[in-house]
């Protein structure tokens, strides 16, 4: 939830973002509730195709297929199963309101698109021959990240960590979002040249969120209200 003493509106173009994703999610085969994709064999060759069809394959990418440009836009929207999507969704409610508001909603919204494609972009340069789908909001939700700790760095940010016991503690947004990027920036190493998690998409969508807020609102960045997140480990 987020707490934020700021003006009137709600942040809708984040609800908008959560309920599509969620929507599609149901609807697709990943969730496994649409019996029109069947179960068993069929089921995983219907993810398969649908993974292939609207996500990233950078190979694909950069093999000059006519719709290959809309692939890093159309992948924002599906992600690969319950977890994924979870995890994604929490990391956008909690810290996607207050960048909203703060940015206003049709700038918020152009900067989630541009800074997700971006990223999802760079992660298909890094692994130009991959024949890996990459699906999901993870770089989106990364630019907002670094948005936030521009914006807010002196926000509360109070999670369950599961490793000690659920125990809620409360940290600064700065704290909380730097150890973050160190996590990513570990796994990204130690991840190398093979695909699988997008660690890399997570950097750059970051670094990128981050500079966009620096250079679009300079010294007039808010350091106010509270963010509180039921999450420990999931990352966007």
Same mark, same amino acid.
């Given at each position: $939830?987020? &707490?934020?003493?700021? @003006?009137?509106?709600?942040?809708? =173009?984040? #609800?908008?973002l959560?309920?599509?994703?969620? %929507? !599609? ?62 995890g ?9 309101? $207050?960048? &909203?508001?703060?940015? @206003?909603?049709?700038?918020?919204a =152009?900067? #989630? ?6 990223? %999802? !972009? ?9 024949t890996?789908s990459?699906v ?20 509360r ?77 999931s990352?966007?």
């Amino acid at each position: $939830m987020i &707490e934020t003493s700021a @003006g009137p509106g709600r942040p809708w =173009v984040t #609800y908008g973002l959560i309920v599509s994703c969620c %929507l !599609l999610f149901v609807l697709g085969p990943a969730s496994g509730l649409n019996p029109g994709y069947g179960s068993g064999g069929e089921l995983v060759a219907a993810q398969s195709a649908y993974f292939e069809r609207w996500g990233v394959v950078p190979s694909a990418l950069w093999g000059g297929a006519p719709d290959a440009p809309l692939a890093p836009l159309t992948a924002l929207f599906v992600h690969g199963n319950w977890l994924h999507l979870l995890g994604n969704m929490l990391f956008l409610y909690v810290f996607g309101a $207050m960048t &909203e508001e703060r940015m @206003g909603r049709f700038q918020f919204a =152009v900067f #989630y698109v541009a800074t997700g494609y971006l990223a %999802l !972009l760079g992660y298909a340069a890094a692994h130009p021959d991959s024949t890996q789908s990459l699906v999901g909001a993870s770089g989106a939700i990364s630019g907002v990240l670094g948005a936030f700790l521009w914006l807010f760095p002196r926000a509360r940010v109070t999670s369950l960590f599961p490793f000690l016991f659920f125990l809620p503690l409360r940290f600064p947004a700065w704290a909380v979002l730097i150890f973050w990027v160190a996590l990513q920036w570990l796994a990204a190493r130690e991840a190398d040249d093979r695909p699988g998690v997008a660690y890399l998409a997570h950097l750059v969508g970051f670094t990128l969120g981050f500079l966009f807020a620096w250079a679009r609102f300079g010294g007039t960045r808010r350091v106010g209200g509270a963010a509180r997140s039921s999450e420990g480990e999931s990352q966007p």
